[in-house]
């Protein structure tokens, strides 16, 4: 329909009164209220179903490979290794976490434990795409308290540099 065409119902609708199809609203209300038809109640489409089976519990007893355990543990501690040391760096506003590291005895005691925990629980090893994101989360996950020192370091330099246009600018009108 084109525009005009639009226009000229538009305005027909808005002067006309609401009509029902059939003639008026009496009808309507009468087929409304007669009253409704009786049905059987027929079968559910479910009963015929199958019946499922029961389900049995598989127990595995699962022994952890030790070189599964093993590297398990050396990402745990790894990890715990990265995140811990720059989160504490952060925390005491230090350019390194070098300081906070745990040495590679201390790691080589962390990473013995958690392999003999994961070998006692029978831990199974972690999913490729757990394992993705945590080594993600590791690598660029340490960075972020580094991008906000310099976020805050760029405001500062910021700030710095209007303040100083701004005190040049009242001493050239001091001068005059």
Excluded: C, W
Excluded at 26 to 38: A, D, I, R, Y
Excluded at 44 to 63: A, G, R, V
Excluded at 76 to 91: G, K, L, Q, S, W
């Amino acid at each position: 329909m084109s525009l005009i065409s639009d226009k000229i119902n538009e305005k027909q609708q808005q002067t006309s009164e609401y009509k029902f199809v059939t003639s008026d609203i009496s009808e309507f209300m009468n087929e409304l209220h007669q009253p409704k038809q009786e049905f059987e109640n027929s079968e559910s489409i479910f009963d015929n179903l199958p019946e499922d089976e029961p389900q049995t519990e598989k127990q595995e007893d699962f022994q952890a490979n030790p070189k599964v355990a093993q590297s398990t543990a050396h990402l745990i501690v790894t990890t715990i290794d990265a995140v811990i040391p720059e989160t504490m760096a952060f925390a005491a506003k230090q350019e390194t976490s070098d300081f906070f590291k745990a040495d590679k005895e201390t790691k080589k005691e962390l990473e013995d434990a958690f392999t003999e925990y994961i070998k006692l629980k029978g831990a199974k090893d972690l999913p490729p795409s757990v394992m993705i994101i945590i080594l993600l989360l590791v690598a660029y996950g340490i960075k972020i308290p580094a991008m906000l020192q310099m976020r805050k370091s760029a405001t500062l330099q910021e700030q710095n540099e209007r303040l100083r246009r701004r005190v040049e600018e009242l001493e050239k009108n001091a001068n005059k």
